[in-house]
């Protein structure tokens, strides 16, 4: 391929992350090198700044800006939900043209790296040179070909301290305790919560994931054999669990069942997908405890927003390899002068390698969690997955010791 000038245009999509914004700096940065890339412009509020033409140059930012907002949570940029279709993204091909306009790096999840490939795909058919790179990012964890993805190490590492606490709570002060966890399609995060066990007896006791179909007797069954166990327990759940298929072989998520049930028709999303986000679903599921199992004490939780962009968390590896993604797509683009999706594969125990795979094999896909990672009841992770997660949170996870006593000889230094 041949060498192009032209400028280069970065934009941000979907749900912020904590370093979402390493990645934006690692590609400004690195696109600045080279001589190929006349300006480096962002878009505002992703594929929609596109469209609306509301470019910032980031040629005039100073590196020590970019260097502070790669340490800052959520979208630098401003980001969109919007989910192009082939009509969006010619329009998306115009603006490129007018503008001339030679490398389009999109940071972003599943919708994104479709976008991306739609966009690649009409350059070609109007032999337009143009060179798009997918910078991955997403804290569901499921894009297909990566090891893992930026941003979810950072958030798998709010999930399992968000736990830990959670369970030294309920330590002091027994009764049930549901936390819901994001993931519609895949329980990555979800899962999570078991590295903030460090006790045989620590929780989460269970945790409930969408590779498999939810029961709520089952639920019961466990939480009472927890609770009656332990004097207190627990719940780690996605929001996306499903209980029933809808007779296509698609899955209801199991909050669209409950809601239908109290009376209430959940909403949907711009991409047409049931909307899980709200309390609806923790606060269901701690009501089906107190009324069926009589446990007085329950609690629950909606972690919502809060695992996404929390700053006092964020780990080290997560942070360095977001920046590298970004660096990497201005290699391939500005350097390489090819088009792909930025994945890391896992080397040892542990090291990142960077690949650039075809946008066919990630874009408007779902990576699952194998079933190596489930455990044979449908309601826990193996050690496997603990072996995964373990060396992407960092070396300095939060550490919650218990108090270790003997019990005191009552009365024996009693005069007389």
């Keep these: 391929m041949s060498r192009l000038k032209g400028k280069v245009v970065i934009a941000q999509g979907g749900g912020p992350t904590a370093v979402i914004n390493q990645s934006l700096a690692g590609a400004v940065l690195e696109a600045r090198k080279f001589p190929e890339a006349t300006r480096v412009w962002g878009a505002r509020h992703g594929v929609r700044g596109i469209l609306a033409e509301t470019f910032v140059d980031l040629s005039e930012a100073t590196t020590h800006n970019l260097e502070r907002v790669a340490q800052t949570p959520s979208a630098a940029l ?238 080290s590896v997560d942070a360095r390899e977001a920046r590298e993604v970004g660096e990497k797509a201005a290699h391939y683009a500005c350097g390489r002068h090819t088009s792909g999706s930025v994945v890391i594969k896992r080397v040892g125990d542990y090291a990142a390698r960077y690949e650039l795979a075809d946008l066919n094999e990630i874009a408007a896909q779902t990576r699952h969690m194998p079933d190596v990672f489930v455990n044979a009841e449908g309601n826990g992770v193996t050690e496997a997955f603990r072996g995964y997660l373990r060396p992407l949170l960092g070396d300095d996870m939060p550490c919650l010791e218990r108090l270790w006593a003997p019990a005191a000889s009552v009365g024996s230094d009693l005069p007389g």
């Excluded at 306009?101 to 795909?121: C, K, L, M």
Aim: glycine letters at 10%; one cysteine or more; hydrophobic letters at 40%.
């Design 78 to 315: 401003g980001s969109t939900r919007d989910k192009p279709d082939a009509e969006y993204c010619q329009r998306l091909l115009n603006v490129f043209k007018k503008h001339d306009v030679r490398y389009f790096f999109y940071i972003g999840g599943n919708d994104s790296s479709d976008t991306v490939r739609i966009v690649a795909e009409h350059a070609s058919q109007e032999g337009y040179e143009l060179r798009v790179i997918h910078i991955p990012k997403t804290v569901d964890n499921d894009l297909p070909v990566n090891d893992h993805c930026p941003g979810y190490p950072s958030a798998a590492r709010f999930v399992a301290s968000a736990f830990s606490g959670i369970n030294a709570d309920l330590m002091a002060l027994p009764g049930v305790y549901i936390g819901v966890v994001m993931g519609r399609h895949a329980g990555w995060l979800t899962a999570a919560a078991a590295l903030g066990r460090r006790h045989d007896d620590d929780g989460p006791h269970l945790i409930y994931l969408p590779e498999r179909p939810f029961s709520i007797e089952r639920y019961l069954a466990d939480i009472e054999r927890v609770h009656r166990q332990r004097g207190r327990c627990v719940v780690a759940i996605s929001e996306g669990v499903w209980a029933t298929l809808d007779g296509k072989g698609g899955e209801i998520p199991l909050a669209a069942e409950l809601m239908r049930g109290a009376g209430r028709e959940p909403q949907v999303d711009a991409h047409g997908n049931i909307q899980l986000s709200g309390g609806a679903l923790a606060d269901e599921l701690a009501d089906v405890v107190r009324k069926r199992l009589g446990i007085k004490r329950v609690r629950a939780d909606t972690f919502g927003y809060l695992q996404r962009s929390f700053p006092g968390v964020v780990s």
